[in-house]
């Protein structure tokens, strides 16, 4: 049942229009903070007294791991922009944004776990339109004895 209504919506405009506009605005989301991170410089302005401006202090102060996770949300925001590697754009993207979400939700950041729980819900929907190339992947990687 779902294959038939993702084999409808697929061909239309507005679907191909919407899923294009997701993954720009992926993109986007990730295009300020990944770059700060990438030329290792901080991420907000809050003092360590507060416990996000501690969290992110002790980030900033990791070193490579911060440049890490920088280059890792800008990676994820490109190759969603390129047509052949937006399915992995987005299967890199899922584990940066729902690590995100556990850390805004448990630090307690006012707000800002709407803002993650909608960009995690944007890329589950582009995991599901990409649903053929994956379920084809993981016929071809979990395939038990293909040759009888």
Known sequence: ?????????RPL????IFTWGTRLLLFLAFLPSGYKKLA??????LGIESP????????????YYWNFL?????T???LL????TATFGALLYLPIIVNILVIVCSMHFSGTPVIVGL?????LYLLLWDWPKLNRIGTILFEKDRNP
Request: overall charge positive.
């Open 1 to 9: 049942m779902l294959a038939i209504i993702h084999d409808r919506c």
């Open 40 to 45: 290792g410089l901080r991420f907000t302005s």
């Open 76 to 78: 994820a925001g490109v």
């Open 52 to 63: 996000i401006g501690f969290f992110f202090e002790a980030l900033f102060r990791s070193g």
């Open 119 to 123: 960009m995690l819900m944007a890329v």
């Open 70 to 74: 920088g280059l890792m949300q800008l």
């Open 13 to 16: 405009l507005f679907f191909k």
């Open 81 to 84: 922009l390129v047509p052949r």
